[in-house]
Structures are given as C-alpha cells and as structure tokens.
C-alpha cells in the first residue's frame, strides 16, 4: 500500500488475522479457538539510509519490497503459532505427547533456523520465488518454441505468456487449500477495510461488507505488473541473447530494473485510477485479485476491523507522545 495522505496504512493477510502497518506501528489481530482476538503490536523502527533509498524513483519500490517481505514474515509467523496452539487443543494427550517429542527430538537441528532472522528467512522466500518465477518460463519457451521466431521479441512476448499461465495455475490451485483459501479471504477483508476507511464510513461489519474486495495498491497487482514489464525490458534490442544460459542470466541480472519500475508503474496506476480514461492501466492487478482474494465472511471482516483500530489507535497516541509497551 502506498503512503499518501488518507492511504498511507498498508495491511497484509496472514493465517486467520490481517497485519496493518501505520505510521508508528504494525498491529497483527488473530482470532483465536476461544473466538478471542489478540493482538501483535511492533513498532515501526526507521533507519536514516533506508528512508533517503525509499525517497529515490526506481530504487524504493525494491527496498519496500526487501522492507515489507521482511517485516510481514515477523507477523506471519505469530499467526502461524497462535493457528498452530489452538490446532494442539483440538488433539489428544498422547497426540500431544507425541508432538512435544518431536519438537524436542528436533530442538537442536534447528539452530540454523534460530540464528537466521525469521525477516532473513521472509527475504529469502520472497528472492527465491522471484527466481523461480524468471527462470522456469525462459527455460520451458526455449524447449518449446525455440525455432517458431527468429525476432527476440516473440520469444520474450511467449516467455511473458508462460509466465502469467504458471503463475494463474499456482495461484488457482493453491487457493483450493482450505487454509489459502482462508488467507484470501483475510485479504479481502483487508481491502474491504481499507477501502470504507478511504471512503470516511464508519468501520462497521456491514458498511465494510459493502465495499470492493479489489484494491489498486495491493501487493498482486503489483505482480502482474511484474510480467508487462519485464516483457517490454526484455524485448528492448540491447538485451539479446545466444544461448538459454545467457537468456536466464539477463532475465535474472535486470530483475531489481524490472521490480523498481513495476512498482512506480503501481504508484501511477494507483494515482489515475479516479480519471475514468486512465483507471483501465490498473485492472490487469485487479484481474489477478479475483484470484488472490475471496469474500471474507462477517467474522473475519470483524478481525480486519480490530486489527486496524487498533494500528489507528496506537498510531494517534504515539504521535501524541505516548510510548508503546510490549
């Protein structure tokens, strides 16, 4: 999400919670077993270089990215353990017994995990995926159509439409999980909420309930903008190549090019999208949103809700001088 006057909180869904990001602090909300919510409050810590990176065009989009993998694998991971407790009070006691002496079988092979930073971890995840992502397509059109062009540009125009075909496949298939499709539907709600707050209603169940789950500043349009962009990047006469080797290796090398102006390519989109001739630029991201996110139910749009009263709560009182206590 971006930062501009009444949008600048950003919101992120995660294992039966949102995570929503203000000016001073990340709050996550979790609905526990006993129909309980907890909260997750971290204060936002700013490091001078970090903020004048994320003042430079082409550059912040990348540092937000690494920012925001990051910090939402933190709020992740609290959701994950809260999901993972209330699952243990569902099991018997030989059944928990029995998880208690994995985990202590497993305790000491896991010291790597415990030294790497789980925001390190969030990071990893999120460049390998991006790898994955470049790689597999150039690899599968080369095998495939490698004698149907002799101009670069078809190629790259059928990697960029392998592209979007894998990733479509992926996101369709996992959301058929129940606990993905949860997730989405957490997502919606998140938008949902943003949106009505956006609107100045009240944030009520029902007066969110009203609103769009498709928001422009989301995270997966910013994907989909991902593949246009590096179609057009690739297809530019001095980025040729000989071999599939060298065809992944420039796809890989301009991958922070292609992320720096995807992201400014969603900002622009974000800023048009009231002027009825230009809000066409963003609906690829609101395309691949029908996938990336469902119709939350009333009871999930009621964990959004709290979670982002809360950031607006602690926000105020920070920004009057209070301090937030763990």
Known sequence: MSDNSRSIYGGQAVIEGVMFQGKHV?????????????????????????QKLKKIPFVRGVVGIVESSAKGSQHLNYSADAYAEDQMDEMTEEEKEKERAKAAKNEGKFNLGMVLSVAAIGVLSFVFGKLIFTAVPALLEELIFQNMFESKVGHTVLEGLIKIILLLAYLYFLSLTPMIKRLFQYHGAEHKVITAYEAGVPLTVDNVQKYTR??????????????IVGVIIYSMPMFVWDSIWERIWIRLALLPVVLGISYEVLRLTNSVREIPVLRFLGYPG?????????????????????????????????????????
């Open 26 to 50: 990340n709050v996550t909300a979790v609905r526990r077993k006993n129909k309980e919510i907890e909260y997750l409050e971290v204060p936002r810590t700013y490091t001078s270089w970090v």
């Open 214 to 227: 498709l928001h422009y500043r989301c995270g997966s349009s910013f994907i989909i903008f991902t593949v």
């Open 286 to 326: 609101l395309w691949l949103q029908l996938l990336t996110t469902k119709e939350p139910k009333d009871d999930q749009v009621e964990v959004s809700i709290a979670s982002f009263n809360r950031m607006l709560e602690i926000d105020n009182k920070i920004s009057q001088g209070a301090t937030l206590t763990k």
